[in-house]
T-cell receptor, first 119, second 112 residues
């Protein structure tokens, strides 16, 4: 299994509070991603990173921010948690992706998720 | 974007081969077919991927039809631990090719 650790595994927080989820990898992969998984919506990309300090938005980025100060760590912050952000959050990593490298065959590897409940 | 169609569920007997079909009739020439699975409460697990040739690894085999409009994932000797949701995905080309779109998948139940 890919060396991906997500923390915490479970979190309950109140509406309006900031929350930070952490993803740590030991694979030295360049790309890291945050997805959320909700019933009826499958996996949806929140933000991704293509290098240290290089990040960009995914399809559901509103209300979330990310930071990547080291290759191995990718943080997801809910600036002011809302009940709609109750979800399971997955981090993923991959060696390469994107048109500039013309690599379509580098699979994503996922962590085991963080279950977040906003009350 | 190319999309995939999978049966919602299937059962198979422990020790037998499980054949999981997937249709991807609008796939483009250089788009890969990926298979992932998700066991309850865990993150999706990469299984295998291919472009047009059949592929095999320690987990499974992937058979892609010559016209590339469909594929079959084969678990050669299913075990109870293979019970999971299996996702067939086409890697979207272009700038967003990292944005894997997971549909509903096939819920596979392996029975003793």
């Amino acid at each position: 299994d890919a060396g991906i650790t997500q923390s915490p595994r479970h979190k309950v927080t109140e509406t309006g509070t900031p929350v930070t989820l952490r993803c740590h990898q030991t694979e030295n992969h360049r790309y890291m991603y945050w997805y959320r998984q909700d019933p009826g919506h499958g996996l949806r990309l929140i933000h991704y990173s293509y290098g240290v300090k290089d990040t960009d938005k995914g399809e559901v980025s509103d209300g979330y921010s990310v930071s990547r100060s080291k290759t191995e760590d990718f943080l997801l912050t809910l600036e002011s948690a809302t009940s709609s952000q109750t979800s399971v959050y997955f981090c993923a990593i991959s060696e390469s992706a994107g048109p500039s490298e013309r690599s379509y065959n580098s699979p994503l590897h996922f962590g085991n998720g963080t279950r977040l409940t906003v009350t | 974007d190319a999309k995939t169609t999978q049966p919602p569920s299937m059962d198979c007997a422990e020790g037998r081969a499980a054949n999981l079909p997937c249709n991807h009739s609008t796939i483009s020439g250089n788009e890969y077919v990926y298979w992932y699975r998700q066991i309850h409460s865990q993150g999706p697990q990469y299984i295998i991927h291919g472009l047009k040739n059949n592929e095999t690894n320690e987990m499974a085999s992937l058979i892609i039809t010559e016209d590339r409009k469909s594929s079959t994932l084969i678990l050669p000797h299913a075990t109870l631990r293979d019970t999971a949701v299996y996702y067939c995905i086409v890697r979207v080309r272009g700038y967003d090719d990292y944005k894997l779109s997971f549909g509903a998948g096939t819920t596979v139940t392996v029975r003793a």
